[in-house]
């Protein structure tokens, strides 16, 4: 079974501030780590994946995330917020070889002027 | 090249009512997941279509059911409706059972009064 937890429901930060989202999992087998974008009244969009090739992963418009597997974390970050930025994220997981992803329950950002 | 479409986008339905809701997949995927999505939550899976098989099911009863086409369209049905069914419905496309990354729709969002 796999599930995630996302550390703070809400986080705001600067225009220019760096940005950290915080994803915790936990999987039986080993995980593939998504991060996924979803901007007010659309569908989600990928922004990262992890499936087991280099921990240090880079996805769109300057966000990358680092799997730990030693602290089961898949933190997003990007050094530099913009205010086109302000949007829910969400961190799923995947078991592999199949579809099926399971959610956190998202990180509300905000980016303040 | 058109992505994952999902028709109708809002729907207002009465509890007990049926409502199906339809998702054409990315052009090139063979495979539909479904999810639902509740105010302030992550998506919960709901199941999974290839090959016009349902492959995989999440923790749903089977008020929620589900077909797909030769075309690899999916519809999801769901029976004598209740309060708690109202949400946002995504569909999400891939190629294969193999953990693709998966594309999703901009959603369907129900209602139930």
């Known amino acids: 079974a796999q599930s995630v937890t996302q550390l703070g429901s809400h986080v705001s930060v600067s225009e220019g501030a760096l940005v950290l989202l915080r994803c915790n999992y936990s999987s039986s087998v080993p995980p593939y780590l998504f991060w996924y974008v979803q901007y007010p009244n659309q569908g989600l969009q990928l922004l990262l994946k992890y499936t087991s090739a280099a921990t240090l992963v880079k996805g769109i418009n300057g966000f990358e995330a680092e799997f730990k597997k030693s602290e089961t974390s898949f933190h997003l970050t990007k050094p530099s917020a913009h205010m086109s930025d302000a949007a829910e994220y969400f961190c799923?997981?995947?078991?592999?070889?199949?579809?099926?992803?399971?959610f956190g329950t998202g990180t509300q950002l905000k980016v303040e002027l | 090249d058109a992505g994952v479409t999902q028709s109708p986008t809002h729907l207002i339905k009465t509890r007990g009512q049926q409502v199906t809701l339809r998702c054409s997949p990315k052009s090139g995927h063979d495979t539909v997941s479904w999810y639902q999505q509740a105010l302030g939550q992550g998506p919960q899976f709901i199941f999974q279509?290839?090959?016009?098989?349902?492959?995989q099911r999440g923790n749903f009863p089977d008020r929620f059911s589900g077909h797909q086409f030769p075309n690899y369209s999916s519809e999801l049905n769901v029976n004598a409706l209740l309060l708690g069914d109202s949400a946002l419905y995504l569909c999400?496309?891939?190629?294969?059972?193999?953990?693709?990354?998966?594309?999703f729709g901009p959603g369907t969002r129900l209602t139930v009064l």
């Open positions: 999400a496309s891939s190629l294969g059972l193999a953990g693709g990354q998966q594309f």
């Open positions: 279509y290839y090959e016009e098989e349902e492959r």
């Open positions: 799923a997981v995947s078991a592999g070889g199949g579809n099926k992803l399971t």
